[in-house]
């Protein structure tokens, strides 16, 4: 083989196994759905989070009504709110709707998928095919792609949540 050959295999690996570098934007119907991502979750954890971006771009609103995929025993919708210092979490019983021209962002702190009886531990690297299925749209298949525990973004954005003590006392 020649070098330019090993230089071309060499970079197709290296960009591939790139955690930047995420999927391109899935289309169906008038949606247009990016960025899906999870954290990493700690061995023995049951429970695991996934996040996205959904574009209505269409002149109807459209509504996500279900999620399936292997990972979990069920996957459902959920809103997380903070109403008088108390955070509540519950599913979305009737999905949720994108209204047309809008974007809704399933981010941490706020809309979520809920990944419930996970059948292993998630682990940063990871990339979990799942189904979102919209009213109008159809099954839409999606690859969540894990990234640190601590993660607030895709990509690995905002690091780990870790703590440290900055106050000059000795441990």
Same mark, same amino acid.
């Not at 930047?20 to 960025?35: E, H, N, P, T, Y």
């Given at each position: 083989?020649?070098? $330019? ?7 197709? $690996? $290296? ?48 509504? $996500? ?107």
């Amino acid at each position: 083989m020649t070098f $330019l050959g090993r230089c071309l295999i060499a970079l197709t $690996l $290296l960009s591939a196994a790139s955690p930047a570098a995420f999927a391109a934007d899935v289309k169906a119907g008038d949606l247009v759905i990016s960025q899906p991502w999870s954290r990493a979750t700690p061995g023995g954890a049951k429970t695991g989070a996934g996040f996205l971006t959904i574009e209505n771009k269409g002149s109807a609103a459209d509504r $996500l009504v279900a999620v399936s995929g292997d990972i979990a025993g069920s996957i459902e919708v959920h809103e997380m709110a903070v109403t008088n210092g108390v955070m509540t979490m519950r599913p979305l019983e009737k999905g949720l709707t994108i209204e047309p021209g809008k974007t809704v962002a399933l981010a941490p702190g706020g809309y979520h998928l809920m990944l419930m009886e996970l059948k292993s531990p998630l682990k940063q690297g990871d990339k979990l095919p799942v189904t979102l299925e919209f009213e109008k749209a159809g099954k839409v298949a999606v690859t969540l792609e894990v990234q640190g525990v601590g993660a607030k973004g895709p990509g690995g954005e905002g690091g780990s949540m870790m703590k440290h003590d900055h106050s000059g006392s000795k441990m």
